[in-house]
């Protein structure tokens, strides 16, 4: 069985982001979207400011790990008219929908009201419409799958309390109205390295498998929440329905720039491109809430790892 604990290998250049990069002063910048733009990278990432208030901005690679450049100017930001924004927006997800020949970013829009879920959509990161709301307070940590299922679109998110902090899925027909959520991976009791909370990380990437998800999981401890990633595989056509999910995490923070930072211990997912030709995954993750850094893996390295962990 491969090691859990080598699957991903850090890039050299970690921390690829970093605020004192940035080209206007921020206070962190983390917890980026991905994507591929034709042959180029593009990260959307959260930036928070000096007030402490978050906007996201478009960075962009022709290799996905060095020459970043990082656009002037926010893609997203509070502009007034969204109350539900008036405190920041943060962690996008972003799913590119052939379908509709568009790319639709998930991101947690935080009001007075607590989080919520708003969508907005763009044909090239230049430009962006916002759709709206499409889940209340209190919920995050949305993503979005590729393709209809069953007619309906699929996102998965984290509910209030009331459903507990794990991961569900909700349907819709037109990305607009979302029926009731249904449960789909739940945390796991005891001394468990995600018994605390667990949340979707980047949008889901379908394989021959089934659907290929890496989400993080949250341990409490004396010290604080303790963030690590993990994996899972989802059954294609009901995506409800866990496969199989890895009994161990496969990315913890243990480099200088993971425990150190505005939030120490931090590894959170939000960004997975796959490059087909070199079979590589990239895995895009905020550092301590304060810088993005990348790790890889093979892809059929991963998928052989998740078939051998047990059913979920």
Avoid at 32 to 49: F, H, I, K, N
Avoid at 246 to 269: I, K, M, Q, R
Wanted: hydrophobic residues 40%; negative net charge; contains cysteine.
């Amino acid at each position: 069985m491969i090691d859990s604990a080598s699957l991903f290998t850090r890039h050299s250049g970690n921390p690829l982001l970093a605020p004192e990069r940035w080209p206007y002063p921020i206070n962190a910048v983390l917890n980026a979207g991905a994507t591929m733009v034709g042959d180029e990278t593009v990260l959307l990432c959260r930036v928070e400011d000096r007030r402490g208030f978050s906007h996201l901005t478009c960075a962009r690679s022709r290799d996905g790990a060095s020459n970043w450049v990082v656009d002037e100017r926010p893609a997203l930001a509070y502009d007034g008219t969204h109350a539900e924004e008036e405190w920041g927006l943060e962690d996008p997800r972003v799913t590119h929908v052939e379908e509709l020949g568009l790319w639709i970013i998930a991101y947690t829009a935080f009001g007075r009201g607590g989080p919520a879920i708003s969508l907005a959509q763009t044909e090239d990161f230049t430009t962006f419409e916002r759709l709206g709301l499409a889940m209340g307070p209190d919920d995050k940590n949305a993503a979005l799958l590729p393709r209809r299922i069953g007619g309906d679109w699929l996102l998965f998110h984290r509910p209030d309390s009331e459903h507990g902090a794990e991961v569900w899925l909700s349907r819709s027909s037109d990305l607009r109205k979302w029926r009731a959520p249904e449960l789909v991976m739940g945390r796991r009791q005891g001394g468990w390295w995600d018994s605390a909370r667990v949340g979707m990380g980047p949008p889901p990437l379908e394989t021959e498998h089934g659907w290929l998800v890496v989400y993080h999981g949250v341990r409490q401890t004396v010290a604080g929440g303790l963030y690590r990633a993990g994996l899972a595989l989802l059954d294609l056509e009901q995506p409800a329905h866990v496969l199989r999910r890895s009994e161990e995490w496969v990315l913890g923070p243990t480099a200088d720039y993971e425990t150190s930072g505005d939030v120490p211990n931090v590894v959170f997912p939000c960004g997975l491109v796959h490059h087909p030709d070199t079979d590589r995954l990239c895995l895009y993750y905020g550092a301590a809430d304060t810088r993005v850094a990348m790790a890889t893996a093979r892809r059929s390295d991963v998928l052989d790892y998740l078939l051998s962990c047990p059913p979920g």
